[in-house]
């Protein structure tokens, strides 16, 4: 009890008299005048507790639970019902506290912890034993209490219960209590001057300490008075000290309590909007930190976004986000549930770190409290809601509901069509009409985290290990990271016949599709040899293309083999006219070899070896060579982010002379449909990129869609991906994936030339009327519904070697000028230099490198041209 006074309210629906008297911050209020529901005490203010007085008449038992569970501090009730109410339920005896008729009181509820209520006052030797060691309050009640026997009361610890109506704020009325001479009877204080140290917070829900004062008997009564914080000033004796008379800074007194020991004040104030307690820049506090100096906000983290979103709520500018989300019901709720989808997803991911929970956690509690702003509630209102959950004596079991829990061994067609379970649910984000560049969108389009740095710690120790160590590292590594025992890290060619023992209709599927890339990529070879254009008269400038001689091509094997990359490599290779061409591909970890298709298509395009790792070891291998592998001059393919940090290390390292092809990475799809899609094919479309791996990613964008058709591409995805193998992989590359609406087919380009996908898919009307025009960045395109990327995959002809993570819009995917290099010459007659030679001469001079000036003008002075 902080207030040593408990005052007694019959009628609660009487407003003036609860705020009068919520400085005490507590209530008795009388059974019968206490609807019993989840909202009972939404009918006091924040900072108030309520005690019910159930002495009267019979007691139900589901009532008294009921009242505890509604937040309701204590109950009181008579001796004689403790047995049946509380020892034979089970409930705390703290929740307690019992009207005794004697001044003897029964042994059983000193041991317990229960408040005791007595019609007359105890001795001061009972009250000094009930007060040891307890945590006791100890009450009389009685309608016979003068002013003069309330004080007495109260400076032997013990509180009166005083009904309302013989209740005064006044420092004196007669014939009532004041309550403000019963609090200031209760202080001690040991200062010489005799004032109260006090100290000033804020309420809920930051309770942040705002400043230390000093209190007198009179300023605590105006103060009580006048519902302001009012202090004593030290420098002015006998001087009442109005907080914020002067500055503005006006403070409403809320509640006041005093220390344990009663000689400490808490005035817990509202600051005036907008103002702050401190004089210094006008701090919220006195304790705040300078750096922040100026700042109005009370609290930080959650008291400091409540305070924002309400003032943002009054006065935030039209076209600000926290406008639009206030206004867009919509959006606001697809935010809620993508931030709970993505703390789910945060804490379900093993890889992700906890500080990732509480990254995605801080973002569902503002869209959270947005959606309460939005509704009237503040951070207060919820806090006061967990006290009293926490307050509850009984409690369900926390079972979720049963259409929260995934239900076991459902059909497919059952799991497609259930509304409830969320695993193959892309996000939808409304972008119709909004800018590109809105946080929105850009969350949507963030590709899954890639921390590079903390993958070079990683790789490196790999990539000295190669280098140190050679041929010994590359098994000591495959060992390791593959779980297989090789003797020797190279196959070299010829590959034995049984290496590549694979059936027919695969080698067919592999010549059909040989065939088809090495047409394509023949066609890119220039027309001519050399290229010459005269480009002034007399200047002969020519360009021609030379094959790179020693290329590694890194073909994957982690979650899956891809022999179709080693087409895609070694083909454009051989059309380029590489004298070596190297492989290296991870050995099966079932099999512990190569798998077979990948060594058919090395021996078919006339491979020199196969080096039998993977990851960063096999780049390491191809790039600085060991006893049994090669150097090579440029290493190309694709991979995890192993190969691909190490890919970007050796382009890097002058020592390795090597470059690479690109970072291709986690493969990727954007899609744009409209209306006429087939939910089938575009449903097909996003999930043969989602099941490349967990990183992968996969957009959607729906000009116009209907929200018929966009259920029935999300049943579609449901549907398909229930069905295949790799569907954990699936479900994990949808969750931070995204469904964008847009109204037109230009936004829907815009937004995926900002993407650059790896691969862009058309689904829309005269689909071919888009190209080349309307895109800028795309690593490869599928146009209309009969194409699907899987074609480029394998057998259409074009590369599937692929730019991702937005690095279309500056890397192309690989081609066969990938495997050239350009080489350009110049032959220039004396009709050339007498057009050129003047022009170089003036260059030249400029920048003050003579020999460059003199060799022309040695030429032209013995042609005699100057
Ligand atoms: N962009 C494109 O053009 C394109 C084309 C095909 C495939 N891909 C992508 O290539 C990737 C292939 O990845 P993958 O993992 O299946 O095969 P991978 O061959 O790239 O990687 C497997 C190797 O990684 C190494 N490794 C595994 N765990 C390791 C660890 N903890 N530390 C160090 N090294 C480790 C092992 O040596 C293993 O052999 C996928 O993301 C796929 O989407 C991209
Ligand atoms: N789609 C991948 C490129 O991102 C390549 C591939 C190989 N096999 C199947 N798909
Ligand atoms: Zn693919």
Redesign the pocket.
């Known amino acids: 009890m902080t207030f040593p006074l408990l005052p007694y309210v019959n009628d609660i629906s009487d407003k003036e008299v609860i705020e009068k008297f919520s400085v005490t911050g507590q209530f008795l209020v009388s059974a019968g005048s206490l609807e019993i529901s989840k909202y009972t005490l939404q009918k006091f203010p924040n900072d108030v507790s309520v005690d019910v007085d159930a002495t009267q008449g019979k007691i139900d038992i589901d009532d008294v639970v009921g009242l505890l569970n509604s937040g309701v501090r204590k109950v009181f009730i008579n001796e004689n019902d403790v047995q049946t109410v509380v020892f034979d339920n089970d409930l705390p005896s703290d929740r307690f506290a019992i009207e005794v008729s004697d001044l003897q009181v029964d042994p059983k509820l000193v041991e317990n912890s229960f408040d005791l209520v007595f019609s007359s006052v105890p001795s001061e030797s009972v009250i000094e034993k009930l007060s040891e060691g307890g945590n006791r309050n100890i009450y009389v009640s009685s309608s016979e209490i003068s002013q003069e026997h309330a004080e007495d009361l109260v400076k032997k610890g013990v509180s009166p219960i005083i009904k309302t109506n013989s209740l005064t704020v006044l420092p004196s009325e007669h014939g009532k209590i004041s309550i403000s001479a019963l609090f200031t009877a209760s202080l001690t204080t040991d200062r010489p001057d005799g004032l109260f140290t006090t100290l000033v917070t804020s309420g809920a829900p930051s309770y942040s300490a705002l400043g230390v004062v000093y209190s007198s008997v009179e300023s605590i009564q105006k103060s009580i008075e006048v519902r302001e914080g009012v202090y004593q000033s030290r420098k002015r004796r006998g001087e009442l000290w109005y907080k914020g008379k002067t500055s503005g800074a006006t403070q409403k007194l809320i509640k006041l309590e005093k220390d344990c020991d009663s000689d400490v004040v808490r005035f817990i104030v509202e600051q005036k909007e907008g103002s702050g307690f401190c004089h210094l820049d006008k701090n919220y506090t006195c304790f705040q930190d300078r750096q922040l100096a100026g700042s109005k906000l009370p609290g930080k983290g959650l008291a400091k976004l409540d305070y924002t979103l309400q003032s943002r709520l009054k006065s935030s500018p039209e076209g600000s986000y926290t406008r639009r989300l206030f206004n867009d019901n919509e959006l606001l709720t697809a935010k809620l549930k993508e931030e709970l989808d993505e703390l789910i997803e945060a804490g379900t991911n093993k890889d992700k770190a906890s500080n990732e929970v509480a990254w995605e956690c801080a973002d569902l509690f503002y869209f959270a409290m947005v959606w309460c702003v939005k509704h009237g509630v503040s951070l207060a209102d919820i806090e006061k809601n967990l006290d009293i959950k926490s307050g509850r004596v009984t409690r369900r079991k926390g079972d979720a509901k049963e259409k929260y829990l995934k239900k076991k061994a459902k059909s497919t067609d059952e799991k497609a069509s259930s509304p409830e379970d969320n695993l193959y649910k892309m996000h939808i984000i409304d972008a119709k009409g909004i800018s590109k560049d809105c946080d929105l969108v850009q969350d949507a389009l963030k590709r899954p985290a890639q921390k590079t740095a903390d993958i070079m710690k990683?790789?490196l120790p790999?990539i000295q290990s190669v280098q140190k160590e050679g041929d010994a590292a590359l098994v000591k590594?495959t060992k390791k990271?593959?779980g297989v025992d090789i003797d020797s890290p190279v196959l070299k060619a010829p590959f034995p016949k049984e290496y590549m023992n694979i059936s027919d209709d695969m080698k067919k599927a592999i010549d059909i599709s040989i065939d088809n890339i090495e047409k394509f990529h023949a066609a890119q070879l220039p027309d001519k040899k050399v290229m010459t254009v005269e480009t002034s008269p007399g200047v002969y400038c020519s360009r021609f293309a030379k094959p790179i001689e020693n290329v590694g091509l890194y073909v994957?094997?982690?979650?899956?083999v891809?022999p179709s990359?080693a087409m895609m490599l070694g083909v454009p290779a051989k059309v380029a006219g590489c004298s070596n061409i190297f492989f290296a591909s991870?050995p099966s970890r079932e099999t512990g070899k190569l798998t077979p298709e990948v060594v058919y298509v090395a021996h078919k395009l006339g491979a020199k070896g196969i080096v039998m790792?993977?990851?960063?070891?096999a780049i390491t291998a191809l790039a600085y060579g060991t006893e049994s592998v090669i150097k090579c001059d440029k290493i190309l393919g694709?991979?995890?982010q192993?190969?691909t940090a190490a890919k970007m290390y050796v382009q890097n390292d002058t020592q390795a002379l090597c470059s690479i092809d690109m970072p291709?990475?986690?493969?990727e799809v954007l899609v744009i449909a409209d209306e006429k899609a087939d939910a089938d094919f575009v449903a097909s479309d996003l999930l043969s990129q989602a099941e490349?791996?967990v990183?992968?990613q996969v957009i959607l964008i729906g000009v116009d869609l209907s929200k018929k058709k966009l259920t029935e591409i999300e049943l579609a995805i449901r549907k398909q991906a229930e069905a295949l193998p790799r569907k954990d992989i699936v479900s994990k590359c949808l969750a931070h994936s995204s469904i964008l609406m847009v109204d037109t087919y230009e936004e829907a380009f815009s937004l995926s030339n900002k993407y650059a996908p790896?691969h862009l898919i058309l689904q829309i009307e005269d689909a071919s009327k888009y190209v080349p025009d309307y895109i800028e960045n795309a690593g490869s395109v599928f146009v209309g519904a009969l194409s699907p990327e899987s074609c480029g995959d394998y057998s259409s002809g074009t590369n599937?070697?692929?730019p991702?993570y937005g690095y279309a819009r500056q890397y192309s995917g690989v081609n066969t000028a990938t495997f050239q290099k350009f080489i350009t010459s110049q032959n220039v007659t004396e009709e050339g230099l007498k057009h050129i030679g003047n022009a170089v001469m003036t260059l030249a001079a400029v920048e003050g490198l003579e020999a460059h000036r003199n060799a022309v003008d040695v030429r032209m002075r013995k042609l005699g041209l100057l």
């Open positions: 990683l790789v790999i590594l990271f593959d994957p094997g982690g979650t899956a891809l990359t991870p790792a993977g990851g960063a070891q694709p991979g995890n192993f190969v291709a990475g986690p493969s490349h791996g990183d992968s790896e599937h070697t692929l991702t």
